[in-house]
T-cell receptor, first 116, second 111 residues
Framework: GAVVSQHPSWVICKSGTSVKIECRSL??????MFWYRQFPKQSLMLMAT?????????EQGVEKDKFLINHASLTLSTLTVTSAHPEDSSFYIC????????????FGPGTRLTVL | LAKTTQPISMDSYEGQEVNITCSHN???????ITWYQQFPSQGPRFIIQ???TKVTNEVASLFIPADRKSSTLSLPRVSLSDTAVYYC????????????FGKGTRLHILP
């Protein structure tokens, strides 16, 4: 079946540095991918919609200059957390729709970011 | 996107059937109902999707009454490994695919 991968699965960085997270669709093309953030014991919060060949669409309250999204190809979207701070520590998850026009999404395994 | 309401948490025992009900009073004509399962530190996993009446797969059943204002996810003979958070989502499959998660139901299976 279709699979979405993320890299790295976990990362620890110092405050003030930038971290890049990759999301790949392994056996299907995805013109759209989604990025979520999840804090402990909380639900997933949609951050932005990544669009291949165009700018990402950010949800209200999400700083687009801090969370840079690049959808470089039909199988790759990247999320860069710039000038990370401890409050950015979270579990970041990406997803891609398996078939356009359905609510059936494939989710990546997630990336645990810890900012010291 | 229709708002959904689920119990915050549920406990059950191994071997029991578990039913989790989701309310979605404002469901629209084109909306489908989808359930996802999430284990700690993992991404959500699709369980089942339906529009009306009953849908069954190898993992679960989904019961949707005629008015579609609620739905029930049924997990037969649960095991400890079914301990997870279950999310009910309602959305129009023909739109932009954006999914907004509610709080979900934290299911705890006891031995």
């Amino acid at each position: 079946g279709a699979v979405v991968s993320q890299h790295p699965s976990w990362v620890i960085c110092k405050s003030g540095t930038s971290v890049k997270i990759e999301c790949r669709s392994l056996d299907f093309q995805a013109t759209t991918m989604f990025w979520y953030r999840q804090f402990p014991k909380q639900s997933l919060m949609l951050m932005a919609t990544s669009n291949e060949g165009s700018k990402a669409t950010y949800e209200q309250g999400v700083e687009k200059d801090k969370f840079l999204i690049n959808h470089a190809s039909l199988t790759l979207s990247t999320l860069t957390v710039t000038s990370a701070h401890p409050e950015d520590s979270s579990f970041y998850i990406c997803s891609a729709p398996r078939v356009y026009g359905t609510d059936t999404q494939y989710f990546g395994p997630g990336t645990r970011l810890t900012v010291l | 996107l229709a708002k959904t309401t689920q119990p915050i948490s549920m406990d059950s025992y191994e071997g029991q059937e578990v039913n989790i009900t989701c309310s979605h009073n404002n469901i629209a004509t084109n909306d489908y109902i989808t359930w996802y399962q999430q284990f700690p530190s993992q991404g959500p996993r699709f369980i089942i999707q339906g529009y009306k009446t009953k849908v069954t797969n190898e993992v679960a059943s989904l019961f949707i009454p005629a008015d579609r204002k609620s739905s029930t996810l049924s997990l037969p003979r649960v095991s400890l490994s079914d301990t997870a958070v279950y999310y009910c989502l309602v959305g129009d499959r023909g739109r932009d695919d954006k999914i907004i998660f509610g709080k979900g139901t934290r299911l705890h299976i006891l031995p």
